[in-house]
């Protein structure tokens, strides 16, 4: 089935609560809009009252009035989520009255909403930059029990003359967010990615940690964190099925798999690839995106505490739709 005809059917079936900060901005009131239309989720639209509706009316949407609004210099608001991010904050210097004024931060107070339970995931990023909203999520929702490295994963939908991965899909990470994992990191990456891939993709995961050796063809202290990186992942999922360090055509192609890493369970058949560090996870899904025509749906934020994607500056009404059904799906339990 349809990636998203899939997502959208489970979305649909387990209304979650998606917080918007950027809830006045047109692109972001139309796919709220459409979102409420389709039933697919619950919308928070942080910002005025005023300004969102009359946008709204401007452009003939006509479901906004489903939508929560929430006012971030509203006293009421800030009362009660400003304590929270002290208590959050308070061992880091910050003070109740920084509190108070950060917490009308529309990016820090969709994370504090996530916190406290009113919202199950945030989307944001189509005017604020990636740092900004991933240091918030940082900062308020904090990592998942037993992870302390947030990354990135990419879904890559393949066209059907590729014939890798399952039912048409790599999963790709880090691409957006560690620029120098460690074995640990690295570990963990691998792990929330297999996570990712069996949670939003639907595929049963098979894990290559990619190097530029295939199990001792090359000797460097790069590919000794790749093999360091396996074994911790190992240790943190037992059932996981993972290998590494294998090059790229070792862990997708069989019949090299089969040549350089006999006895491999992964190597020829791996769906999730995980890269040695973001220069090559970027670079990678971005080529493979351009050069082979690859659909690239992500970053999928992965090992917070709880779902918060971050949009491209430049995403248009139906990106942040799609991103909204994927937030969705990823606060499924
Ligand atoms: N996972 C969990 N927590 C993290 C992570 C992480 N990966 N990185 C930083 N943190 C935490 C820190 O522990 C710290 O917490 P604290 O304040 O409670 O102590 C907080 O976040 C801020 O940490 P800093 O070290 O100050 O982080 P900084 O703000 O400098 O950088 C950032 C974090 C923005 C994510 C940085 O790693 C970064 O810029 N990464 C690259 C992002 C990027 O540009 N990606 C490419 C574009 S995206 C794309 O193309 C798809």
Same mark, same amino acid.
């Given at each position: 089935?349809?990636?998203?005809?899939?997502?959208?059917?489970?979305?649909?079936?387990?209304?979650?609560?998606?917080?918007?900060?950027?809830?006045?901005?047109?692109?972001?009131?139309?796919?709220?809009?459409?979102?409420?239309?389709?039933?697919?989720?619950?919308?928070?639209?942080?910002?005025?009252?005023?300004?969102?509706?009359?946008?709204?009316?401007?452009?003939?949407?006509?479901?906004?009035?489903?939508?929560?609004?929430?006012?971030?210099?509203?006293?009421?608001?800030?009362?009660?989520?400003?304590?929270?991010?002290?208590?959050?904050?308070?061992?880091?210097?910050?003070?109740?009255? +920084?509190?108070?004024?950060? /917490? &009308?931060? !529309?990016?820090?107070? =969709? @994370? $504090?909403?996530?916190?406290?339970?009113?919202?199950? %995931?945030?989307?944001?990023?189509?005017?604020?930059?990636?740092?900004?909203?991933?240091?918030?999520?940082?900062?308020?929702?904090?990592?998942?029990?037993?992870?302390?490295?947030?990354?990135?994963?990419?879904?890559?939908?393949?066209?059907?003359?590729?014939?890798?991965?399952?039912?048409?899909?790599?999963?790709?990470?880090?691409?957006?967010?560690?620029?120098?994992?460690?074995?640990?990191?690295?570990?963990?990456?691998?792990?929330?990615?297999?996570?990712?891939?069996?949670?939003?993709?639907?595929?049963?995961?098979?894990?290559?940690?990619?190097?530029?050796?295939?199990?001792?063809?090359?000797?460097?202290?790069?590919?000794?964190?790749?093999?360091?990186?396996?074994?911790?992942?190992?240790?943190?999922?037992?059932?996981?099925?993972?290998?590494? +360090?294998?090059?790229?055509? /070792? &862990?997708? !192609?069989?019949?090299? =798999? @089969? $040549?350089?890493?006999?006895?491999?369970?992964?190597? %020829?058949?791996?769906?999730?690839?995980?890269?040695?560090?973001?220069?090559?996870?970027?670079?990678?899904?971005?080529?493979?995106?351009?050069?082979?025509?690859?659909?690239?749906?992500?970053?999928?934020?992965?090992?917070?505490?709880?779902?918060?994607?971050?949009?491209?500056?430049?995403?248009?009404?139906?990106?942040?739709?799609?991103?909204?059904?994927?937030?969705?799906?990823?606060?499924?339990?």
């Amino acid at each position: 089935m349809d990636l998203f005809v899939r997502l959208t059917a489970r979305a649909k079936d387990n209304t979650r609560r998606i917080v918007l900060p950027e809830g006045d901005e047109t692109r972001n009131i139309t796919a709220a809009d459409n979102i409420l239309a389709d039933g697919l989720a619950d919308i928070i639209l942080l910002g005025k009252r005023h300004d969102i509706e009359t946008k709204a009316e401007e452009l003939g949407l006509r479901h906004i009035s489903q939508a929560t609004i929430v006012e971030p210099d509203d006293p009421a608001v800030l009362d009660k989520y400003a304590p929270l991010l002290y208590e959050l904050r308070k061992k880091k210097g910050m003070t109740p009255e +920084e509190a108070r004024r950060k /917490a &009308a931060d !529309v990016l820090y107070l =969709g @994370a $504090l909403m996530v916190k406290a339970g009113d919202a199950d %995931g945030m989307v944001s990023g189509a005017i604020h930059s990636t740092g900004d909203v991933l240091r918030a999520a940082f900062q308020v929702i904090k990592t998942a029990p037993g992870i302390d490295t947030v990354s990135g994963a990419f879904l890559m939908l393949l066209p059907d003359h590729l014939p890798y991965g399952e039912n048409g899909i790599l999963v790709f990470a880090d691409c957006a967010v560690v620029p120098e994992p460690d074995a640990r990191q690295l570990a963990q990456i691998a792990v929330c990615t297999a996570n990712t891939a069996k949670t939003v993709a639907g595929i049963d995961p098979r894990v290559a940690i990619l190097s530029f050796s295939t199990k001792g063809s090359a000797k460097h202290e790069r590919v000794d964190k790749v093999i360091e990186a396996t074994r911790i992942a190992h240790e943190m999922d037992p059932d996981l099925q993972i290998d590494g +360090e294998l090059q790229t055509d /070792a &862990a997708i !192609v069989p019949t090299v =798999g @089969a $040549l350089k890493a006999p006895g491999s369970e992964i190597a %020829g058949k791996a769906n999730v690839l995980v890269f040695p560090s973001l220069e090559v996870g970027n670079i990678a899904y971005k080529l493979v995106q351009r050069l082979a025509g690859v659909e690239a749906v992500g970053p999928l934020l992965q090992g917070l505490a709880a779902p918060v994607s971050d949009l491209s500056r430049g995403c248009s009404a139906s990106d942040i739709y799609k991103t909204i059904v994927m937030t969705a799906n990823q606060s499924i339990k």
